[in-house]
T-cell receptor, first 114, second 108 residues
Framework: DTEVTQTPKHLVMGMTNKKSLKCEQH?????MYWYKQKAKKPPELMFVYSYEKLSINESVPSRFSPECPNSSLLNLHLHALQPEDSALYLC?????????????FGQGTRLTVV | GQNIDQPTEMTATEGAIVQINCTYQTSGFNGLFWYQQHAGEAPTFLSYNVLDGLEEKGRFSSFLSRSKGYSYLLLKELQMKDSASYLC?????????FGKGTMLLVSP
């Protein structure tokens, strides 16, 4: 199993809603990542978890709140988002944060904030 | 910080060979990755270079020169399904930074 599974695939939410994005992998990877990708732009790193601890937060606004309940799961809790937060949110995992480990990406959640 | 540069768009015909270049300036370097991304889909891993030289994988090859801060992805025997965005990504001390991607359009 070399899959990273993200749910939901599509999400439309209002600016006052609270929702969560979920990511799951069963490859035994100990590093997990959240990226944000706007149309025709490269993925931009948001958060990195290493061994279930937050190791990198790329100055992401507090309306995005990550959570890593266990080594297989990564959540992104969303609250009071803005329309400009509409994007493809990609989860990725790698064996560790060591340099030569490739990252496997999930299919992403297409988020629209209305 | 990281600065990664690659062409925005390229076009080629089916059966041809195309080379996509990537130049980078980084504060730390621990390898260079190439990913393929079809519209609306996740990036998929193509190759990884950490030492100078050429890595070949079927129709795809990737080259790295660390002294020049330069890499290229070579695609041979192009197929229509190769139409996609190709992302160059540099691994710094612990994180992966992506270039803006090169949109490749393969025509019949």
């Amino acid at each position: 199993d070399t899959e990273v599974t993200q749910t939901p695939k599509h999400l439309v939410m209002g600016m006052t809603n609270k929702k969560s994005l979920k990511c799951e992998q069963h490859m035994g990877h100990r590093a997990m990542y959240w990226y944000k990708q706007k149309a025709k732009k490269p993925p931009e790193l948001m958060f990195v978890y290493s061994y279930e601890k937050l190791s990198i937060n790329e100055s992401v606004p507090s309306r995005f709140s990550p959570e890593c309940p266990n080594s297989s799961l990564l959540n992104l809790h969303l609250h009071a988002l803005q329309p400009e937060d509409s994007a493809l949110y990609l989860c990725a995992s790698s064996q560790s944060q060591n340099p030569n480990t490739e990252a496997f990406f999930g299919q992403g959640t297409r988020l629209t904030v209305v | 910080g990281q600065n990664i540069d690659q062409p925005t768009e390229m076009t080629a015909t089916e059966g041809a060979i195309v080379q996509i270049n990537c130049t980078y300036q980084t504060s730390g370097f621990n390898g260079l990755f190439w990913y393929q991304q079809h519209a609306g889909e996740a990036p998929t891993f193509l190759s990884y270079n950490v030492l100078d030289g050429l890595e070949e994988k079927g129709r795809f090859s990737s080259f790295l020169s660390r002294s020049k801060g330069y890499s290229y992805l070579l695609l041979k025997e192009l197929q229509m399904k190769d139409s996609a965005s190709y992302l160059c990504a540099v691994k710094g001390y612990s994180t992966l930074t992506f270039g803006k991607g090169t949109m490749l359009l393969v025509s019949p």
